[in-house]
């Protein structure tokens, strides 16, 4: 059947970001098709992403946030758009839901050729005593949204219980408003995606604008009195709220598939095809409530992201309208980032910590320097880590953290993963180079420059320092620096780099030895130097400015 020029009879269960692309692109598609969206809530299409920024009010619009509404897609796209509107039932067999009017709580059956089903994902609440008060709130829709912003205005104090991106973003904005804030987080770091040292920048500036961090504890209880809600902590700790934020991740609506007996993933996701199809093909499914390949492994993965909730809604719609023409849904990256203050932090692929806890082969390496050329005025400083594979070189994901230019340092790594690229690849990549935007040599080069340099064997790494009296520690910074930012570490010997030649008569040759800088750059100078004199020599990568805790031991190589 030519699905372009049929009455195919299409029905999408959920809006926003997957639902909404897959109407109008089929739309797009078919003039003759009869396409049905239906949507729980009020809200048909709106920008959840937004949500934080007009609560703290950087987004002063609310209507800004409503990328479409019930009237204007009937309107651009003819469309029958049924909001408040529940799906209780799918009938495979039949091809058919049941759906339940929110206004009259009249039943009826719909008919449907294809199913798309984007459902999304609700905010996980912990079921712990006293978390139904209403001062304790979620931010998922535009309803969320706007009571939060309603009970912000008169509280003081607020916890934020959980620091992932919404957390951290949240946080920030209730910041912006004069607020008092705690964020709370169970993991030892904040943006647990994210490998702990590249969050240090982060967590410094949450500190630096009053945000109290709270990590490594979680909350246990919540006490409510007329006065306030005191949320009482594992730790024994307590903090005093007038309105709490939970945030500590989402769940998939999945229970629509589930009792039609789709195929889900062990996490509850709907596990989907690279056309998006599920264990049934007419029905599709897209968003945050599915499980789609890695790009990386292959694997399934659950990623809740609108970038590729948007792009999986399009190619949905493609598939049916154009079976034999759509390319396949490549898989998902997991690209993200998030703005806290002046700080910007981001992934994209694997990180270390993920690529450890799987047991698979990595190389890394962190670099720093500055978001453009460092004599241009404006500089600001940047980190880089990036991730590979050692057998074969190729890119396995990156994260960035600095004051500018970490969307522009991701955005290139993430393509360098989509197009298959190694570390060399990278160093010989040629981006834009003006004083004002970048630098002859990119930060993206030199991370390609070192991990080179590590596969060739020119440079030993390591992350942290070394046990007390396992190795020399090298300092070779310039004295003054060395004396206000001292190394946190035992018996540290400084020679600066251009004194290194003459006085390498004091350190030991038979004892290995750790190089310590401000970037990492100096230091790999320096082990240099010392490895073709016969000396034993690692460098902490990332040096003492970047994002590398240095204060924890580790093993070192010994040769």
């Known amino acids: 059947m030519d699905s372009t020029s049929s009455s195919l009879r299409l029905v999408i269960v959920g809006g926003v970001a997957a639902g909404a692309s897959a109407a109008a692109r089929a739309r797009r598609l078919s003039e003759n098709a009869s396409i049905t969206l239906l949507e729980r809530g009020p809200d048909v299409s709106f920008a959840n992403c937004g949500l934080p920024y007009h609560v703290g009010g950087e987004i002063a619009d609310r209507a800004a946030l409503a990328v479409q509404t019930p009237q204007t897609l009937k309107a651009l796209l003819n469309i029958d758009v049924r909001t408040n509107t529940e799906v209780l039932e799918i009938d495979r067999p039949s091809k058919r839901v049941r759906i339940r009017n929110g206004a009259t709580a009249e039943l009826e059956w719909l008919p449907y050729d294809k199913l798309v089903l984007a459902t999304g994902a609700a905010p996980v609440k912990p079921v712990l005593p006293g978390a139904d008060d209403p001062r304790i709130h979620t931010l998922r829709s535009l309803a969320d949204m706007d009571r939060l912003k309603r009970f912000a205005e008169q509280a003081e104090r607020i916890a934020v219980i959980g620091a992932g991106f919404i957390g951290l973003e949240v946080a920030e904005q209730l910041n912006r408003l004069g607020k008092r804030v705690a964020i709370v987080e169970l993991q030892d770091q904040v943006l647990p995606l994210l490998d702990g040292s590249m969050t240090n920048l982060v967590r410094d500036e949450l500190r630096r604008h009053g945000v109290e961090v709270i990590l490594s504890d979680s909350v246990s209880r919540f006490d409510p009195s007329p006065s306030s809600l005191v949320c009482r902590l594992g730790s024994g700790r307590t903090i005093e709220a007038d309105l709490v934020v939970m945030s500590v991740g989402i769940r998939p609506e999945s229970a629509l598939a589930r ?244 006085r390498m008569g004091e350190l030991d040759a038979g004892r290995p030895v750790v190089t310590v800088c401000a970037l990492g750059k100096t230091a790999y100078f320096a082990a240099r130097v010392l490895s073709q004199r016969g000396f034993r020599v690692s460098s902490l990568t990332g040096g003492m400015r970047g994002s590398i805790d240095p204060r924890s031991p580790a093993k070192l190589p010994t040769a």
């Open 259 to 502: 009792a039609a007996g789709l195929v889900l993933g062990p996490r509850g996701h709907i596990r989907v095809d690279r056309y998006l199809r599920t264990s049934d093909p007419d029905v599709y499914a897209a968003g945050d409530a599915v499980e789609t390949e890695d790009f990386v492994t292959g694997e399934f993965v659950a990623v809740a992201l609108g970038g590729p909730a948007n792009r999986q809604g399009r190619l949905a719609a493609d598939h049916i309208f154009r079976p034999g023409q759509t390319k396949p849904y490549l898989g998902t990256l997991g690209t993200a980032i998030v703005r806290v203050f002046d700080v910007a932090a981001g992934l994209t692929g694997w990180s270390e910590k993920r690529l450890a806890a799987a047991g698979r082969p990595f190389e890394a390496v962190v670099v720093n320097d500055n978001q453009h050329a460092g004599y241009f005025p404006g500089a600001k400083p940047l980190a880089l880590k990036l991730v590979w594979d050692p057998q074969t070189g190729r890119v396995l994901g990156a994260q960035a953290a600095g004051l500018d230019g970490v969307d522009k340092r991701l955005d290139v790594i993430a393509t360098a993963i989509m197009g298959g690229l190694t570390i060399d690849d990278l160093a010989q990549l040629e981006l834009s180079y003006a004083p004002p935007f970048g630098a002859a040599k990119d930060i993206v080069n030199l991370a390609g420059f070192a991990a080179c340099n590590i596969r060739d064997g020119l440079l030993k790494a390591v992350d942290r320092l070394p046990a007390p009296g396992s190795a020399q520690v090298l300092d070779v910074r310039p004295k003054p620096l060395a004396k206000a930012y001292p190394v946190p570490a035992e018996g540290v010997l400084n020679i600066p780099l251009a004194e290194l030649r003459g």
